[in-house]
């Protein structure tokens, strides 16, 4: 798949989700930035995931850098190639039915969601990150179970850190044992 029409989609939807969730909390208070209201952070992320979307689809479309040398006349602009990237391939060119991505992936993420969505709550963080990470980690091209193991380690540490102890928030850790 041409990095132009990757560039080009991944920017509409990063845009997409930025405007959804702009539109979802148009009703929430904003407040401001020492007295944030409920709606403030997520609409900060939004702007900034349209931003980034708008530098996704500039940066897909636009291959073509000015400058004095090595000049292309195109439309009484002068272009030089950018040699960083390939040539942008024309509309014609795109073989819309070779854009296929794997499912594997996807349905990996997901299920990792739905185990942590069932075991957290019966189980407590720890017990619940271990298998979302295990999970998540299958829908890789490799898997390798030490790499697995320290990344499950390392950001289950971080979690329990941030949520549980930086943010104080009342979480399981393990069955009837809370930090907080």
């Known amino acids: 798949m041409e990095r132009l029409l990757r560039d080009l989609v991944a920017g509409l939807v990063f845009a997409a989700f930025g405007a959804a969730a702009i539109h979802f909390v148009r009703e929430y208070p904003l407040g401001t930035?020492?007295?944030?209201?409920?709606?403030?952070?997520?609409?900060?992320?939004?702007?900034?995931?349209?931003?980034?979307?708008?530098?996704?689809?500039?940066?897909?479309?636009?291959r073509w850098v000015p400058s004095p040398r090595k000049a292309k006349q195109v439309g009484g602009l002068d272009f030089v190639r950018d040699d960083r990237a390939p040539a942008p391939a024309p509309a014609a060119a795109w073989n819309w039915r070779e854009l296929t991505w794997s499912v594997r992936p996807v349905a990996c993420i997901a299920a990792s969601m739905l185990v942590f969505g069932f075991v957290m709550p019966r189980l407590g963080l720890i017990p619940a990150l271990v298998p979302m990470f295990f999970v998540a980690a299958l829908g890789g091209r490799e898997f390798r179970w030490r790499e697995v193991l320290i990344l499950t380690i390392v950001m289950t540490a971080f979690a329990v850190g941030v949520f549980v102890m930086l943010l104080k928030l009342p979480f399981q850790l393990f069955p009837g044992f809370y930090l907080v």
């Open 33 to 62: 930035a020492m007295r944030m209201g409920s709606g403030y952070f997520p609409a900060a992320l939004g702007w900034i995931l349209i931003g980034f979307g708008a530098f996704l689809c500039v940066r897909g479309l636009w």
